[in-house]
């Protein structure tokens, strides 16, 4: 028989109750036995026998400590030892019951089985879409508050019951369920709702790669409808993951490693970039680009050899400094020593560098490292790498050129794959891309929104999303130009940017306005996030398509529909 | 020999026995049965119910689900013989004795099916 675990806890304290209700039940018996058995005298001097009825009435109250006295009639002195008997006899069975159930109450094992049945509970209960998090790190309370600022539910798996509670403490605008578990184990993951009908994804952020190996292994064969975003930091695991179909790996060094060749090989595209994935509505500050030269990077582990892996195609002269000696055959000079003394930098060459990439496991010695290399060397162009959320404000207070805070890169990441998946898309275009192309885009879209970081969203042509313009699509060919219209007045333009058709498998970027659309096409924009309503209305309203399309507004009654003709509709 | 079985077994035939002894002989005439034997299979049913707790099987539930039906009606029984005695005005009636009896006999046939079950259980084991 499989056990329910829902009526877990409940049985749990049955089992554990039954030796103390046995005991008063049999205390009880044996007290009214008595009572009924022991003959008494009445007031006429006449025997008198209790009955079973107004014994059981005696003991209750006598037992439960109420103490009525001695009814329906004054007791002999036989009967009074006998229920001095009782009353020591019921408050040890009492004492022993109450006993017991306290301490099944304060029972870990029976708390927990509590606990995980609230938890299983409320996972079932959810209706809407959301998202399991396994690991609720620094990386994974990032995500969990932009999910929920977007108003998207998620399920949170963590081994460490600490962050468990402080789950509890986050004030969330809705109920996020959490379990303290092991993410490896399915069991766990099932019961965190990976089977439940209304989980899109799973999101694997726990800082052990073969944790989030084992999740993605097991969301691949419980569950392969849904996507599943895992977190990799070594290059074998992430190879791994890969092999068998998971659709998105993120490794926030690698990650880096790209954007910072993409700056260094193309400003342009690195611009373009950080505008569409930046935080929309921010002023866009200019960043400084980094040079082409003479580099140190201070520490050789997974951060420092992700960087190499990317930025040793752009002809840059690079030199390591690590404490370990030079192990691993590289082709750069390697300084063997602590970056954070001035000796070493100066012996790697510190007075020619243009730029020093501060990327060890330790927040205060990059702060060291990069304090020495300034003062040395005030101009240079400084990566400095962020551990650890809580040291945010030391690092803001240095002002380097890029902070990288694999943390927020991770989240980013997560939040642009799983709220516009064809912006992953596009930025993948965008790497591949030249200078002067990434400009004249960067020039439209600030045409559009100025100074401010634009929203990007995505638009399907479908039933759902766009019932009337599905409507109309096969009656009347339809341009991309009729969605960037203003729907109050045709003739002005709305602040937005179309940046991409995907059809099939498809893809054509920056279309003209004079692009005609089909069923099923998928197009993303950027631009100002006020737009969206107003394009929204276009894609679901008949009649404000059609004011869009032809200037005209449409008659809605049957009878005006036939006094303006066949001219109104095409 | 598991003296668990044993004692499970004990009380839940003697549930079923006390209750017969009870059932037994005509219906409406109180002095054929004694009130002493309902307080007892009272007690000893309960006492079967509560062995029954926490048993998560299949088998289990249905031990316990006809333990409460035999609880419960030997519990309206031993209300209505406490009505019919020292609330109503007529006193015990061959009526009210005859509603006392037969609620009792409610019981024994839930008790019959609690016996059964428990010799069906012994005999699927087959050692």
């Known amino acids: 028989m499989n056990p329910n675990p829902v009526n877990t806890a409940f049985f749990v304290a049955l089992r554990h109750m039954r030796a103390p209700l046995i005991v008063l039940i049999a205390i009880f018996a044996i007290s009214v036995g008595g009572l009924v058995l022991i003959p008494g005298i009445d007031a006429q001097g006449n025997p008198w026998r209790m009955d079973f009825f107004h014994a059981l009435y005696f003991i209750s109250y006598t037992a439960t400590t109420i103490g009525f006295g001695e009814i329906p009639r004054t007791f002999t002195d036989a009967q009074r030892l006998w229920v001095i008997f009782c009353i020591f006899l019921s408050v040890i069975g009492w004492a022993y019951a109450i006993g017991k159930l306290l301490a099944v109450v304060q029972d870990r094992g029976f708390s927990q089985a509590l606990t995980g049945q609230r938890f299983e509970r409320s996972v079932k209960r959810l209706g809407e879409p959301f998202y399991l998090i396994c690991g609720y790190g620094e990386t994974g309370q990032l995500l969990a508050r932009s999910l929920d600022h977007l108003n998207i539910r998620f399920v949170v798996i963590d081994i460490d019951p600490e962050r468990i509670n402080e789950l509890d403490l986050q004030d969330y605008l809705s109920d996020a369920p959490g379990l303290v578990g092991d993410a490896r184990l399915p069991n766990n993951l099932i019961m965190a709702g990976l089977t439940h009908r209304t989980c899109v994804g799973v999101i694997a952020l726990t800082n052990d790669d073969s944790a989030n190996l084992a999740v993605a292994i097991a969301v691949r064969l419980l569950n392969p409808a849904i996507p599943a975003l895992c977190r990799a930091t070594a290059v074998n695991v992430a190879a791994n993951m890969a092999s068998f179909g998971t659709r998105h790996i993120i490794d926030p060094f690698d990650k880096f490693g790209e954007y910072l060749a993409l700056a260094i090989r193309s400003p342009g595209s690195y611009q373009l970039l950080e505008w569409l994935t930046g935080l929309p509505g921010t002023e866009l500050v200019a960043e400084r680009e980094p040079p082409r030269g003479h580099w140190l990077v201070c520490g050789y582990g997974r951060f420092g050899q992700a960087i190499i892996r990317h930025i040793e195609h752009e002809n840059l002269d690079v030199t390591l400094i690590d404490p370990r000696p030079s192990d691993r055959g590289t082709p750069w000079r390697w300084v063997v020593g602590e970056g954070t003394r001035a000796e070493t930098l100066s012996e790697a060459g510190i007075d020619r560098a243009v730029g020093i990439i501060a990327g060890t496991d330790n927040d205060i010695n990059n702060l060291a490292i990069v304090v020495t290399a300034r003062e040395l060397n005030p101009d240079l162009f400084v990566v400095l790498r962020q551990n650890l959320q809580a040291n945010r404000e030391l690092f803001r207070a240095f002002n380097s050129d890029f902070t990288v805070v694999p943390s927020e890169i991770i989240a980013h990441e997560c939040l642009a794959i799983l709220t516009t998946p064809l912006l992953s898309r596009f930025l993948a275009i965008v790497k591949h891309k030249d200078d002067a192309w990434a400009d004249s885009v960067v020039a439209r879209i600030s045409a559009a929104t100025g100074t401010l970081v634009p929203a990007t969203w995505s638009v399907t042509l479908d039933r759902q999303q766009a019932p009337a313009v599905v409507e109309m699509i096969h009656r009347f060919a339809i341009t991309l130009d009729a969605l960037l219209r203003d729907s109050a007045d045709r003739d002005r333009r709305m602040s937005c940017v179309p940046l991409m058709v995907v059809r099939g498998a498809e893809e054509v970027e920056i279309p003209a306005p004079e692009f005609v659309l089909r069923e099923d096409d998928r197009i993303l924009f950027a631009g100002l996030s006020s737009v969206v309503p107003h394009q929204q209305s276009i894609l679901r309203n008949p009649d404000v398509l059609h004011y869009v399309l032809f200037g005209t507004e449409v008659a809605n009654s049957w009878v005006w529909r036939k006094l303006a003709g066949a001219k109104a509709r095409p | ?127």
């Not at chain 2, 299949?58 to 209300?79: K, P, R």
């Not at chain 2, 009636?93 to 428990?118: D, E, F, K, R, Y």
Request: proline fraction near 2%; glycine fraction near 8%; avoid cysteine.
């Open chain 2, 1 to 127: 020999m598991n003296l668990e079985k044993v004692v499970f077994g004990f009380f839940i035939v003697l549930a079923a026995t006390l209750n017969f002894g009870f059932f037994i002989g005509e219906i409406d005439k109180p002095h054929l049965h004694h009130v002493s034997e309902l307080f007892a299979a009272i007690v000893v049913n309960l006492i079967a119910t509560v062995l029954k707790f926490g048993d998560r099987t299949q088998i289990g539930a249905i031990h316990l689900a006809t333990s409460l039906v035999a609880d419960l009606q030997l519990i309206a029984a031993a209300v209505a013989w406490a009505y019919a005695v020292y609330m109503s005005a007529e006193g015990l009636t061959p009526g009210a004795m005859a509603s006392v009896v037969s609620l009792a006999g409610g019981a024994m046939l839930a008790n019959l099916i609690s016996v059964t079950i428990l010799i069906a259980e012994t005999v699927m084991l087959r050692r």
